[in-house]
């Protein structure tokens, strides 16, 4: 019967180790838990990487970009073709040096009631004029004050200032 005694005491000695080994096991458990946030970290830097990229193309939309020389004068033509320019009883001839993004010539040519407008240059010209791309589509919107711009100096134009009165009149 001592037999039976030890191994029941060996069995409550045993027991209290066992619960010991198991508050050692939850120790480290706890340790781990503060560890946790950490691994947080990388995933606030994930969002931060998407809300970059999403800013990214919002930029580009902002971007306009202008249209080359042909389209110019495609537009300038839709605007002028239709106006009546029979009270001008000469033949005017306007050429226009377009720069900015795209860099080129055009030309409007008033002649016999008629209007014409080409995108390349026109050597026999009345009146040459410098001008950004931005204030040919202005002239093409109805939003360009030839009075205000000639007063600041931002319109440059060599030739006869009669003519490019009397095309003003007519055109814009």
């Known amino acids: 019967m001592a037999a039976k005694k030890t191994t029941k005491t060996e069995a409550i000695v045993t027991a209290p180790e066992a619960e010991v080994k198991a ?3 939850k120790k480290p ?3 781990k838990t503060t560890a946790k946030p950490a691994a947080k970290k990388p995933a606030a830097k994930k969002t931060t990487a998407k809300t970059t990229a999403a800013k990214k193309p919002a ?3 902002a971007v306009k970009k202008q249209p080359d020389i042909v389209a110019l004068a495609d537009m300038l033509r839709k605007a002028v073709v239709n106006k009546d320019v029979s009270a001008i009883n000469e033949k005017i001839a306007v050429q226009i040096k377009v720069y900015g993004e795209y860099e ?3 030309y409007i040519l008033v002649d016999n009631g008629t209007v014409s407008v080409e995108p390349y240059g026109y050597i026999d010209n009345d009146i040459h004029v410098d001008m950004p791309i931005d204030d040919v589509i202005s002239i093409v919107k109805g939003k360009y004050d030839f009075k205000a711009k000639a007063l600041s100096g ?3 134009a060599l030739g006869s200032l009669t003519k490019m009165l009397k095309i003003k009149e007519a055109l814009f």
């Open 154 to 156: 931002d319109l440059y």
């Open 29 to 31: 458990a706890a340790k």
């Open 23 to 25: 508050e050692a096991v």
């Open 59 to 61: 930029a580009k939309k």
């Open 104 to 106: 080129g010539y055009m």
